[in-house]
């Protein structure tokens, strides 16, 4: 059973350039979140997909849109990139409904670094 | 808001020694879940245990322990036993159960070296 797949796993990109990340959920998930991880800091939230609407939002300019597909595979797009963008993207799928404690599978992300 | 805090510096445990990773948390909503992950050089956040703001008694999966103080704000991770594969950041993450919220607010997690 095949966890959170996400592509690429590592990506360089110039400032000012735009960037899409790829997510395939978990097997019988239906819903994707994805974080930024700056260097050694914790995971913030970026936004939340389900049912290929956009559910919840962290605090995040609108550079950072995203979609999700009938398969419940979603992309991550970052406009106008900044060097503060640099940071590790993870995207963890879970099911909208169901146990609440054990829902989170969380994929092995991509390093984005912006030059 | 949600605010979770970890505020060791990096830990140091001998292999088989027991070892606690410390975390506070604030929240009004009287309705959360803890939670620890696991996240290694790889990059992947692995699920260690969970415990939920009514659960009555602490979580425990295999030599994880979660050290729930309610009244302190506070959810430690005991793990007993250390393997040198324990090696890894670990991050403490809550999530509120009010309304359409299912994010995860970690905090900004411990680095913990296991020594031979």
């Known amino acids: 059973d095949a966890g959170v797949t996400q592509s690429p796993t590592h990506l360089i990109k110039t400032r000012g350039q735009q960037v899409t990340l790829r997510c395939s959920p978990k097997?019988?998930?239906?819903?994707v979140s994805w974080y930024q991880q700056a260097l050694g800091q914790g995971p913030q939230f970026i936004f939340q997909y389900y049912e290929e609407e956009e559910r919840q939002r962290g605090n995040f300019p609108d550079r950072f849109s995203g979609h999700q597909f009938p398969n419940y595979s979603s992309e991550l797009n970052v406009n106008a990139l900044l060097l503060g963008d640099s940071a590790l993207y993870l995207c963890?799928?879970?099911?909208?409904?169901?146990?609440?404690?054990?829902?989170?599978?969380f994929g092995s992300g991509t390093r984005l670094t912006v030059v | 808001a949600q605010k979770i805090t970890q505020t060791q510096p990096g830990m140091f445990v001998q292999e088989k020694e027991a070892v606690t990773l410390d975390c506070t948390y604030d929240?009004?909503?009287?309705?959360?879940?803890l939670f620890w992950y696991k996240q290694p050089s790889s990059g992947e956040m692995i699920f260690l245990i969970y415990q939920g703001s009514y659960d009555q008694q602490n979580a425990t999966e295999g030599r994880y322990s979660l050290n729930f103080q309610k009244a302190r704000k506070s959810a430690n991770l005991v793990i007993s036993a250390s393997q040198l594969g324990d090696s890894a950041m670990y991050f403490c993450?809550?999530?509120?159960?009010?309304?359409?919220?299912?994010?995860?607010?970690f905090g900004k997690g411990i680095t913990l070296s296991v020594r031979p």
């Open positions: 963890a799928s879970s099911r909208l409904t169901g146990a609440v404690g054990y829902g989170y599978t």
């Open positions: 097997s019988g998930h239906d819903t």
């Open positions: 993450a809550m999530r509120v159960y009010t309304g359409a919220n299912s994010k995860l607010t």
């Open positions: 929240t009004s909503d009287p309705s959360y879940g």
